[in-house]
């Protein structure tokens, strides 16, 4: 949809409800800090491409990597602004928007200590005239390092995040667990919370015989083989570990399996050791960064991710759309993308039992398969659909 056409559809809609049109903003902003390109950026860069050109100046700040520009297309309007230097006190924040100036300012938060509270009440008294965020994880307010930094980490977390909600005139939450969190557990005022699912483009990723099939010609695999496929960045919160375990459990149980991890992260190394610790050498494939994760999803015969925390991640609603059954973890928003033996299985994060008899079931039962991938693509198509999703957002950031 282009800009020009979602903006007048927001308009027209508010128009109608209020019976008073407000002044189009002419700009906005896109505040991010990420060192990563992952699911929040491929989020971003959706919506940009949604609402550019028809006169809105759109720019985005990077405070940490530049991860945008060699993505924009050739002849962009839209100005990256890199920084590695993040604005260190309240005037500063003022003083950097006061430079830019926009009519709107948009926080992406990809995790939920992305900017101190300054920011929001910098752009505030700057005199940004509209202000959002919005919200892609919930970081734990637990801890590890002892219980006087847990309980010290936790007062200064709720009053970073409180103090930055009151500055919002909205926020955006991927699931409804992400906003209940914001509200019960961080302040949010429960009316300026709206939940706007992540989405998936149902024409570009859909199911595809041919192409699942070259892959498979390609890689050596056999046409019935069971094949999982795991996006994922390399990271504790991901639980990559405990997929590796469940694998070799499942296979110590006569199940065969192979599993292609795409992602990258810090983890990388530990992971390909514990991989080759347990036995999994040719089961498992560690396939790095992958800009376009199509071929394996149209290749694979389900979707596994193995998370403790999770907002709700893109590339559920991207292997639903392809048609593979997923198996996640009852974290986050997993759930509301994911009903339990409908349209795949949810299980407890952590276990490894249940990881195992994930994959065993799935991979002994093509008809329970078969049938959850036709209501995968089902749901993605009615629930998940990313012009739904975008058009949701530009009606709350450019109202």
Not at 78 to 89: D, F, G, L
Not at 145 to 168: D, E, P, Q, T, Y
């Amino acid at each position: 949809m282009q800009q020009s056409e979602t903006q007048a559809s927001v308009l027209n809609d508010e128009q109608q409800q209020s019976g008073v049109l407000a002044a189009a903003p002419r700009s906005i902003l896109f505040v991010t800090k990420a060192y990563e390109y992952g699911g929040a950026e491929k989020h971003l860069l959706t919506l940009l491409n949604r609402i550019k050109g028809s006169g809105l100046r759109i720019s985005i700040l990077c405070l940490a990597e530049d991860l945008y520009t060699e993505r924009l297309d050739s002849g962009s309007a839209i100005q990256v602004i890199a920084t590695n230097r993040e604005p260190n006190s309240l005037f500063d924040w003022v003083r950097l928007f006061r430079k830019t100036h926009p009519d709107v300012v948009v926080f992406i938060y990809g995790w939920s200590w992305a900017f101190p509270w300054i920011a929001p009440i910098g752009a505030w008294l700057a005199g940004i005239p509209r202000r959002f965020s919005i919200q892609q994880l919930i970081t734990p307010m637990g801890t590890n390092r002892g219980w006087v930094h847990g309980i010290l980490r936790r007062l200064v977390g709720k009053l970073n995040l409180k103090m930055s909600a009151s500055c919002f005139h909205s926020s955006i939450a991927v699931s409804d667990e992400m906003r209940n969190s914001l509200i019960r557990d961080f302040g949010f005022p429960a009316g300026r919370v709206k939940t706007i699912h992540n989405g998936a483009s149902v024409s570009e990723y859909s199911p595809s015989e041919k192409n699942g099939a070259d892959f498979r010609e390609k890689h050596g695999l056999q046409a019935d083989e069971f094949v999982l496929v795991c996006v994922a960045r390399l990271a504790e919160q991901k639980g990559i570990e405990i997929l590796l375990q469940g694998i070799a459990q499942a296979s110590s149980n006569g199940v065969r399996c192979k599993c292609f991890i795409v992602g990258d992260g810090p983890l990388k190394e530990h992971l390909r050791m514990q991989s080759q610790e347990l036995g999994l050498t040719g089961q498992v494939f560690f396939e790095g960064f992958r800009e376009d994760i199509r071929p394996y999803l149209q290749a694979g015969s389900a979707f596994i991710l193995t998370s403790y925390r999770e907002g709700l991640p893109l590339s559920i609603a991207e292997a639903l759309a392809c048609g593979l059954p997923c198996v996640v973890t009852d974290v986050g928003g997993n759930a509301e993308a994911v009903t339990d033996n409908v349209n795949g299985l949810v299980i407890p994060a952590g276990s490894i039992v249940a990881v195992a008899n994930a994959i065993s079931f799935l991979s002994t039962h093509p008809v329970e398969r078969s049938r959850m991938s036709q209501m995968a693509r089902s749901v993605a198509c009615e629930k998940f659909n990313i012009e739904n999703c975008m058009t949701g957002i530009a009606r709350v950031i450019l109202n």
